[in-house]
């Protein structure tokens, strides 16, 4: 909780001012498919920091959205990082995270990292408040 959720609320405390006093800017929390739109046995703290990340971001935004600060989280599937590797360490592990994707297969860090500069951009001036799947369609796929 102290890492996914009271670190981002803190930052974005300490960020919002700043933000203000420069006319604007977008907020992206790193949030996840998991404690929003599926649960898995023995993820409680971590479920529940992404889930208040969704929370944070639509709060952020409807607070500070007449002032130009747009905010909104970011919700991953399982991609092909260090840490995906940790939780998936065997290949049957890692076809599992794959088969709860659509796309049966897990996000390179780059397409991750394509949808943070999007919603960073221009191109997303009226996207705020928003819980933002980049998850490969996990959210919506029962295996």
């Given at each position: 909780?102290d890492?996914?959720?009271t670190?981002?609320f ?6 919002i001012?700043?933000m203000?006093?420069?006319g ?5 929390f ?7 739109a599926?649960?898995f046995p023995?993820l ?5 920091a992404?889930?208040?990340l969704?929370?944070l ?9 007449p002032q130009g600060?747009r ?5 991953s599937?399982?991609a092909?990082t260090a840490m995906?590797?940790s ?6 592990a890692?076809a599992?995270?794959?088969s709860l994707h659509?796309?049966?297969r897990?996000a390179?860090?780059?397409e991750?990292?394509?949808?943070a500069l999007?919603l960073?951009?221009?191109?997303a001036?009226?996207?705020?408040g928003?819980?933002f ?9 029962k295996?």
């Amino acid at each position: 909780l102290d890492v996914n959720l009271t670190s981002a609320f803190l930052a974005a405390r300490r960020q919002i001012p700043a933000m203000l006093e420069s006319g604007g800017g977008s907020l992206i929390f790193t949030s996840s498919f998991v404690g929003h739109a599926s649960a898995f046995p023995g993820l409680g703290a971590y479920a529940a920091a992404k889930a208040g990340l969704v929370g944070l971001a639509r709060v952020i935004a409807a607070e500070f959205g007449p002032q130009g600060v747009r905010a909104n989280a970011l919700l991953s599937g399982g991609a092909d990082t260090a840490m995906g590797r940790s939780v998936a360490p065997t290949p049957e592990a890692v076809a599992l995270v794959e088969s709860l994707h659509a796309l049966k297969r897990m996000a390179r860090p780059e397409e991750i990292a394509e949808a943070a500069l999007f919603l960073a951009s221009d191109a997303a001036s009226f996207i705020t408040g928003s819980a933002f799947f980049v998850d490969g369609g996990a959210a919506m796929t029962k295996v």
